[in-house]
């Protein structure tokens, strides 16, 4: 209610709009999380966090070409972002793309070889 009350007072800005889709995503609310991210691009189509936060919305609605649309977004802009690798090789791998998974994950422990999600990027690659 308080990012809420911030929005109405000041009008929208990203960085507002994002912290409410954060919340809204923490608190399970998908639908309306989908929503403020889409906000989020509209008002800065730069802001890569909110460009891959709904792509990992987008992969929990089920919707998977368009949450592997919105994480392709964030590597053409930025094609060492390793969060994105991360989430989109979960995406393909969900599909059953499993070569184009095994790709991302790759490169995802290239870039943050210390992650936490390491050792399981290591395993899915063993997996295959």
Do not use: K, N
Request: aromatic residues 6%; proline residues 4%; contains cysteine.
């Amino acid at each position: 209610e308080a990012v809420r009350a911030v929005l109405q007072a000041q009008g929208p800005s990203a960085g507002v709009v994002f912290t409410l889709a954060e919340l809204l995503y923490r608190s399970g609310d998908l639908t309306a999380a989908r929503e403020r991210y889409y906000a989020v691009i509209e008002l800065d189509p730069d802001h890569l966090q909110a460009r891959a936060s709904l792509g990992c919305v987008l992969a929990e609605l089920g919707e998977h070409d368009l949450a592997v649309a919105a994480l392709e977004g964030v590597l053409r802009q930025e094609p060492d972002y390793a969060d994105a690798h991360w989430h989109i090789a979960g995406v393909l791998r969900e599909m059953g793309l499993a070569a184009d998974a095994g790709h991302h994950l790759r490169r995802f422990l290239a870039l943050a070889p210390e992650s936490p999600w390491a050792q399981l990027a290591r395993a899915r690659l063993d997996d295959r």
